[in-house]
């Protein structure tokens, strides 16, 4: 069971900001990445279609013998979360709580802002979860639905990035907030570009925070993989492969081979 590998899914390549900190952190495990980059971005979809997109994403890494599953979606942990984890025998990890943590110890002034899909910043995981544990925090909540198929092109830095960016974010520039939530895996792609935009500003990237609440359960679990060498990774998407592997290496800093194209029609958790 130890051996057995770690499972990660996302909507396109944002996914691989969380699958970048776990395998620093869990250098020995085994990771499986679904990209499902034929029906990216989720977060213009309604509620029930990110659903059923998040079953069978779940149900095709779980006949793949995974151990944990950790949901690297934004959207898809804002809606699908408790559905996944009733249907899964398996510990089922989201992105909402480590981020809210994270942006609580991060806040000085107690204003926090939130970028996202449209679908996250509709459902209001994000400031529901960070009233229920600090009532008193004022939160500012912005959908940036251009983001993703920014990085889903490579368009990460430059002239057009810029403009996107000041679009989306002036309101919360000038909001008075000192913390602002990359409420999804793909925006920490343009975090350059944000930074530079929303500075003296603290961006929370809830990559690093997952990867140690995935450190722990494992840990908790006693499946921490023992084994001395370094882990593989192994990539399946839905859709166009090259453009994939293209833009994870540049973001992985390393050559993606185990790449493979999938189709996920009809996969269900049995």
């Not at 990209?35 to 509620?47: E, F, K, L, N, Q």
């Not at 057009?160 to 793909?186: F, P, Q």
């Not at 450190?215 to 990539?235: P, V």
Request: glycine share 8%; proline share 4%; net charge neutral.
């Amino acid at each position: 069971m130890r051996e057995k590998p770690v499972g990660i899914f996302d909507s396109g390549v944002g996914g691989l900001t969380v699958l970048k900190e776990i395998a620093k952190l869990l250098p020995n495990e085994e990771l499986i990445y679904l990209g499902d980059t034929a029906r990216v971005p989720y977060g213009i979809r309604s509620a029930e279609t990110v659903i059923k997109y998040s079953i069978e994403c779940a149900s095709f890494l779980f006949k793949k013998g995974i151990k944990i599953l950790v949901v690297a979606c934004n959207t898809s942990s804002s809606v699908s979360l408790e559905v996944l984890k009733e249907k899964l025998p398996i510990a089922v990890i989201g992105v909402i709580e480590p981020g809210v943590r994270a942006a609580l110890k991060a806040t000085k002034n107690g204003k926090i802002g939130i970028i996202g899909t449209e679908a996250t910043i509709h459902s209001e995981a994000y400031p529901k979860k960070i009233k229920s544990i600090e009532p008193e925090i004022e939160v500012i909540s912005k959908a940036c639905p251009l983001f993703v198929p920014l990085v889903e092109e490579g368009i990460l830095e430059g002239s057009i990035a810029e403009l996107v960016v000041e679009r989306y974010l002036k309101e919360l520039k000038n909001s008075g907030i000192d913390t602002l939530i990359l409420g999804c895996t793909h925006y920490p792609l343009l975090k350059k570009t944000i930074q530079k935009y929303m500075e003296g500003i603290q961006l929370v990237d809830s990559a690093e925070e997952i990867s140690r609440e995935v450190k722990e359960m494992l840990s908790y679990q006693e499946l921490i993989n023992e084994k001395t060498k370094s882990g593989g990774k192994t990539f399946y998407v839905t859709d166009s492969p090259d453009r994939f592997k293209k833009i994870g290496e540049i973001f992985l800093d390393c050559k993606i081979d185990n790449i493979f194209k999938v189709s996920l029609e009809e996969e269900k958790i049995k």
